[in-house]
């Protein structure tokens, strides 16, 4: 097989070994429902508190307040229809920036009666309080601003804006998809209400994640059947991959500083070695305070999905911020909503980098897409 180069982290990333092994014994010998009273369920049970204890704690947050779901996808749906089927005020305010979890939840309830606000975020990503404090009013009862955006990095002043919407009374949801495990995240620091997060983002295995949901918020349950999760989340427990999240995520949380530290080299090392090569104009999206290691880049007179295929086929995994078709270049609504001009839009990548990349590797790609942007 051909070598792969993955630098594609911020689309998913690999399954930590020692998580997979921890996952193991709740996929072979220990397979009992956790839900069943009998003691052979009793170490499927221990393992689901376990794993919660474990997933509040790297949160700061109680273990009754996570609630186990399929992954970022439904967290974020859970959230943002919650407003509408908890019978709470039906004024919603998100960001043009977030993910589609978010954005076609809220379209969904759009159609049957909601009222949604789609806040502009400034050239860098950012959503600035000034911005929130334009539209949020009494009415609002629900505010989701995510924690750091998946395309350009950038991390969003979640405190402030949090507050801002308690100050009338609205719930404060966060998209922390991409941060969790990435970034310290604190949820009492942050002062917000309900958090996405999902385990596939931070080397845990892919179809788990949670909806951290504070103590005493209004909730309505999502998925509606037996008891599990506190009557809200119903469906029998996925303990493997519970007990995997738990483990890679507090791996991950108790070496935040010394990955970020080393992806930051690396991503130093990638820049210097475009801007050292000369003739080659580009813009890194996402202004100063960005998720390290998400390096979104706009090259002048480029073609991004292009560019895409050609590091496949040098065995490079990397992301597109726009995507062609025969007669369109079709460019992400993230980059839309910062305006980025067409010339650089069309040209954009993003390398997400993680703790597992090398110097090495990332001399190889920034070396073949320099040859890609001098030659075309
Ligand atoms: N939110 C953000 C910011 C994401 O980046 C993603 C995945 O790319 C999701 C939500 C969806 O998460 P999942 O893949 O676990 O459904």
Redesign the pocket.
């Known amino acids: 097989m051909k070598k792969i180069i993955y630098v594609d982290n911020?689309?998913?990333t690999k399954l930590d070994n020692d998580a997979f092994e921890a996952m193991k014994p709740y996929l072979l010998d220990e397979y009992g429902n956790a839900s069943q009273p009998y003691s052979f369920s009793r170490t499927s049970r221990k393992a689901l508190k376990k794993s919660r204890e474990v997933i509040a704690e790297c949160i700061n947050a109680k273990p009754t307040e996570i609630y186990f779901t399929?992954?970022?996808?439904?967290?974020?749906n859970w959230a943002v229809k919650n407003t509408f089927f908890g019978g709470r005020k039906k004024s919603i305010i998100t960001s043009e920036i977030?993910?589609?979890?978010?954005l076609h939840s809220t379209k969904a309830i759009e159609q049957i009666g909601c009222n949604v606000v789609y806040l502009k975020p400034t050239r860098e990503g950012l959503i600035i309080p000034e911005e929130l404090s334009k539209f949020v009013t009494k009415e609002t009862g629900f505010v989701s601003i995510?924690?750091?955006?998946?395309e350009i990095g950038t991390i969003q002043p979640i405190q402030e804006l949090a507050q801002m919407a308690h100050q009338v009374g609205a719930l404060f949801h966060t998209?922390?998809?991409?941060a969790v495990g990435h970034i310290h995240v604190d949820v009492q620091d942050l002062g917000i209400d309900m958090l996405?997060a999902?385990?596939?983002?931070f080397n845990g295995p892919?179809?788990?994640?949670f909806l951290y949901i504070k103590e005493g918020t209004p909730i309505v349950p999502y998925i509606n059947g037996g008891a599990q999760e506190a009557s809200l989340r119903a469906g029998t427990e996925n303990v493997a991959s519970i007990v995997g999240m738990a483990y890679a995520l507090k791996k991950n949380c108790q070496n935040i500083d010394n990955n970020k530290r080393k992806i930051n080299k690396l991503e130093k090392e990638f820049i210097r070695l475009l801007k050292e090569a000369g003739k080659i104009e580009f813009i890194k999206n996402g202004g100063k305070n960005t998720l390290s290691g998400n390096i979104s880049l706009s090259f002048k007179n480029q073609d991004g999905e292009a560019m895409l295929h050609r590091l496949d086929l040098k065995g490079i995994c990397v992301s597109t911020g726009s995507a062609c078709d025969s007669h369109n270049t079709n460019i992400s609504h993230v980059l839309q909503a910062i305006h980025l001009n067409k010339e650089y839009a069309k040209g954009t990548i993003r390398i997400s980098l993680g703790k597992d990349n090398t110097i090495e590797e990332i001399k190889i790609v920034a070396e073949e897409i320099i040859k890609i942007v001098q030659i075309s």
């Open positions: 911020a689309a998913t399929s992954g970022g996808t439904e967290s974020d977030e993910h589609h979890a978010i995510m924690l750091a955006n998946n998209d922390a998809v991409q996405s999902s385990a596939h983002k892919k179809g788990i994640g």
